[in-house]
């Protein structure tokens, strides 16, 4: 097999450190990795493969000569916007977690377990994008399902946790336990629950709402599917949360959609309530795979079903989702 060139964009980041832990336990066919991120971090040195790695800086001239097959990126929409065409152009596949790229038309929004058929279409602009984490778990558990019963109404109730908003997120939580102001969140996260994750939109939507709207519409490649969300910020350092209540369009019984959730890739079914076991962040924290329970038909409509979603938003939710996306890529050029 060949041995790829690999670079990280964003190594410094919290995405990007995970990034290279999952690189590190996956172990991808690369003869060499490449790290970069911004001026102010470029020049210190990371411990990644074994040996201590100095990070380079993001400049438009970076990737000039270094011959690298596939770049992920985590390093702010901005970034992305003005360097993933530059770095595409030099001959790498960029695989952008922002949300710049993901309603492109001509870039594909990949969860590898539900549309890896969609790789090949980064072609157009040598680009990949990597959906919102909260989109992300939800879609692993709604593809087999739109697959066998077809899906009328999807409604979302999300409960996020704080490292979904990066460091400062995460550093809100942390302080605000020892009883601090916060400086990421417009109010305090500590013991409180926050109706909003990113700017509101003039439907009253917020930005965070929205994506999760348009992205399970293209994941799905069902672009008329009636679907809404909420989505809340809570108090909880890694982990998101999902309510999902999903109007199917034909017949079912609630123990064929168990097995069927079973025997899916990337999922794992906690659900027996009667011994209180379902999906918690606890259990989901540092691992890879999508949680699911609570499984019940909703009686309030025809064919309608209620569960609760659990995943790592860091690890699937971002570096995983972007580092098996790289792999399927090696695997269809290797096929």
């Known amino acids: 097999m060949k041995q790829y060139k690999i670079a990280v964009v964003g190594a410094t980041g919290m995405v990007g450190r995970m990034f290279l832990r999952v690189l590190e336990e996956r172990k991808l066919p690369a003869s060499e990795y490449f790290l970069f991120a911004s001026a102010r971090s470029a020049g210190t040195t990371v411990d990644f493969m074994g040996k201590k790695h100095t990070v380079r800086e993001l400049t438009e001239d970076a990737f000039k000569d270094l011959g690298v097959d596939i770049a992920l990126f985590s390093a702010g929409g901005g970034t992305s916007k003005i360097f993933a065409p530059i770095v595409a152009a030099s001959g790498a596949v960029v695989i952008d977690n922002s949300s710049t790229w993901r309603m492109d038309p001509d870039v594909p929004l990949v969860v590898p377990e539900v549309n890896a058929h969609a790789i090949p279409e980064y ?131 609630v123990a064929d959609i168990r097995k069927l959730w079973e025997g899916t890739e990337g999922l794992i079914v906690q659900d027996d309530p009667e011994k209180g076991i379902y999906p918690m962040p606890i259990y989901a924290a540092d691992t890879d795979p999508v949680y699911v329970g609570r499984l019940r038909r909703d009686f309030s409509v025809e064919n309608g079903i209620n569960f609760w979603c659990v995943a790592d938003n860091i690890r699937k939710g971002a570096a995983t989702n972007a580092v098996q996306i790289a792999q399927e890529l090696i695997r269809q050029w290797e096929a």
């Open 123 to 253: 072609k157009k602009k040598g680009i990949i994008a990597n959906p919102n984490c909260s989109t992300i778990q939800a879609m692993v558990a709604l593809k087999p399902l739109a697959v066998k019963y077809g899906l009328k109404r999807v409604v979302y109730s999300t409960y996020q946790a704080v490292s979904g908003a990066g460091m400062g997120g995460y550093s809100d939580l942390e302080n605000g336990l020892k009883g601090e102001a916060p400086k990421k969140f417009p109010y305090p996260i500590a013991g409180n629950v926050l109706p909003q994750i990113d700017v509101f939109l003039d439907t009253g939507y917020t930005k965070e709402e929205q994506k999760m709207i348009d992205e399970s519409r293209k994941i799905l490649e069902l672009p008329n599917l009636r679907v809404t969300a909420t989505t809340v910020r809570v108090p909880v350092f890694h982990g998101h949360s999902e309510s999902i209540n999903v109007e199917l369009e034909q017949p079912f019984e």
